[in-house]
């Protein structure tokens, strides 16, 4: 059982879509599984053949527990089946081991993806239902043929849940389903679990984005400005200190981009359930990208209440343990706004993607020399574009105007950050 | 310190940068950024690590003089014969 997604600690298999037997590719759809929030589709990390299934339709597992044996390619079969002990039959409910401990499969990966649970693949958004029912439960009535809307939901605001079908139809399970229970759990058996981290880290980037890109309706603001007097300020700062207290440019811009959101608090929080919701703390998400590949944004958390060298310094130890694998979980559940700065590649702006359910996103490219009108006269100064990604479903072009300038103002104020 | 030795320290705390990259390849002048994809946070761990080995605190004014490897040998060899 897969976690998939930072609050997921448990999954119930809904289907199984392969069989024993079954040759499986990389990347293949082998289960659908039920969250809290939905139906998500079960990838198979590994080619293989199906040697066996362990986990029973409408069984509830915690993470990591085994849902099948997979045989790798050129594997010898005996090194995948247990001793000839007699199986287990048994009805299927009783059949029910406790889940072996979750050492067969990592609970939480080394590193995480970055984005929250990918989006609800299966959910029919905006479908009218008669009954509030769990898409378990919605399932297992069918199948059992049990009506819906004669039963009372004991779940969140009286929604038929699973338990309920399953009390109304006896518990009954066909008697003919035979399930022979595993009496050893093979250490093969981390079928389910991502074995390629990046792969994995890819594929959540891609939900995540595809989720923001079709639902988000993200308008687009940029402003130019001007860092010289920041970067001067900076330089002077630094000069008279060792190294390991120096602060880097995008520091301040961490820091202007924190304070700035206090005074836009529709731009920093979660659109979740048709509503925004405002985020209790500025939390800064940080975009970081990884050695070959792949992106986590952990937030730097409470960013507007740090001081100028505690942002820097819990970005340096953010930056750190993001490269080498160390997330916390606490760093992936709550970023209120994420901030991505390309700078160092030498882009001159970013057009960010929201992260979903982030409703903005704020993108700085890199610091370059450029003529720069003002009063009058032309000069050539440092300057940084600072783009602004955000949720019209949340706020409008004027509050992200005002937003950017009030930015621009702070930046232009280096010794008040 | 021999050049030899500053610049089997500097490679080791790049290869610490940039773990997956091959060292032994490295182009004595092409520029550390571009060949290893290193960003402004760490050149400044660099720094900081070179600090931390040889005493050489390195100003950011001369940052510009560090931006290959023969450069930075270069001139590590020159502050520590100072």
């Given at each position: ?103 067969v499969a990592p609970r939480a990966p080394d590193v995480r ?15 009218s239902r008669r009954v509030h029912a769990s898409p378990l439960a919605r399932r297992l009535a069918k199948e059992r043929g ?272 | ?82």
């Open positions: 059982m897969p976690s998939l997604g930072a609050d997921m600690d448990s999954g119930t298999l809904l289907e199984w879509r392969v069989s024993p037997g079954d040759r499986v590719a990389r990347g293949q759809i082998v289960a659908l599984v039920d969250t809290e929030k939905a139906e998500i589709e079960i990838e198979c990390w590994q080619a293989g053949v199906v040697e066996r299934l362990i986990a029973e339709v409408g069984q509830k597992l915690p993470v990591g527990a085994p849902l099948a044996w997979l045989r790798e390619e050129g594997e010898a079969a005996a090194t995948a089946k247990p001793a000839p002990a007699p199986p287990a039959v048994a009805p299927a409910a009783t059949a029910v081991r406790p889940a072996p401990p979750v050492s993806p970055p984005p929250p649970p990918p989006s609800p693949l299966r959910v029919a958004v905006g479908e049990v009506d819906l809307a004669s039963l009372a939901g004991s779940g969140p605001g009286g929604a038929v849940v699973a338990e309920d079908v399953q009390r109304a139809a006896g518990a009954r399970q066909p008697a003919e389903r035979v399930l022979a229970v595993a009496p050893t759990a093979p250490a093969e058996a981390a079928a389910a679990a991502p074995r390629d981290r990046r792969e994995g880290m890819r594929r959540a980037i891609a939900a995540s984005m595809a989720k923001s890109k079709r639902e988000i309706p993200h308008y687009y603001l940029e402003t130019s400005i001007d860092c010289g007097h920041a970067l001067e300020w900076l330089r002077a700062r630094n000069e008279s200190r060792p190294v390991s207290e120096r602060v880097l440019p995008v520091a301040l811009l961490l820091a202007a981009t924190a304070k700035a959101l206090r005074r836009a608090p529709e731009l920093n929080g979660f659109f979740v359930d048709g509503a925004f919701r405002p985020g209790s703390g500025i939390h800064l998400g940080v975009a970081v990208s990884l050695r070959g590949g792949g992106l986590v944004a952990p937030a730097l958390r409470g960013a507007d209440l740090r001081s100028l060298d505690e942002l820097m310094c819990g970005l340096r130890e953010l930056t750190q343990r993001a490269r080498e694998g160390r997330m916390r979980s606490s760093e992936f559940s709550d970023a209120t706004l994420t901030v991505t700065s390309l700078g160092d590649l030498g882009v001159d702006r970013v057009f960010p993607v929201i992260y979903p359910p982030q409703v903005a996103i704020v993108g700085f490219g890199r610091i370059a020399e450029a003529p720069w009108a003002e009063r009058g006269m032309l000069a050539v100064r440092p300057i940084v574009r600072c783009t602004l990604a955000a949720d019209h479903r949340v706020s409008d072009g004027m509050r992200g105007a005002r937003f950017l300038a009030e930015l621009a103002r702070l930046l232009a104020r280096p010794e008040e950050l | 310190m021999t050049r030899d030795e500053i610049r089997s320290l500097v490679l080791r705390e790049l290869g610490r940068i940039a773990p997956e990259a091959d060292l032994s390849a490295l182009p004595e002048s092409a520029p550390l950024r571009e060949e290893l994809e290193i960003d402004s946070m760490d050149l400044l761990n660099f720094a900081t690590a070179i600090h931390a080995a040889l005493g050489v605190d390195i100003p950011e004014a001369d940052y510009e003089r560090i931006a290959s490897l023969g450069g930075c040998v270069d001139y590590l060899a020159a502050r520590l014969a100072r």
